[in-house]
């Protein structure tokens, strides 16, 4: 199985994501946010290719909008978020 790395800066941001939903959301919604990135990011490394072109985002090639993560999102955070 291949592995990871997240750069010093995606460790800042998931532990700003972390103390966020801790403060507005509890624990539980906290913990979950945080197993459902490190699935993520274990599905992306075993299969690079997943997900579909954003020609949007211009070289950043593809996007991988996961339906598991997004419901789980308050309404006014779900908006950024592409899901098929």
Known sequence: MSGYFLA???QEDL???????LKEAGVR?????L???VEA?????RVPGIGHK???????GSFLADA?????LPGRFR??????
């Open 8 to 10: 010093p800066t995606a």
């Open 15 to 21: 532990v700003a994501i972390r103390d966020y939903y």
């Open 29 to 33: 919604v906290a913990r979950q946010m």
């Open 35 to 37: 197993v459902d990135f």
């Open 41 to 45: 990011f274990r599905l992306i490394s």
């Open 54 to 60: 954003r020609e949007d985002l211009g070289s950043a």
């Open 68 to 72: 598991r993560v997004s419901h789980r």
């Open 79 to 84: 908006s950024g978020w592409k899901s098929s």
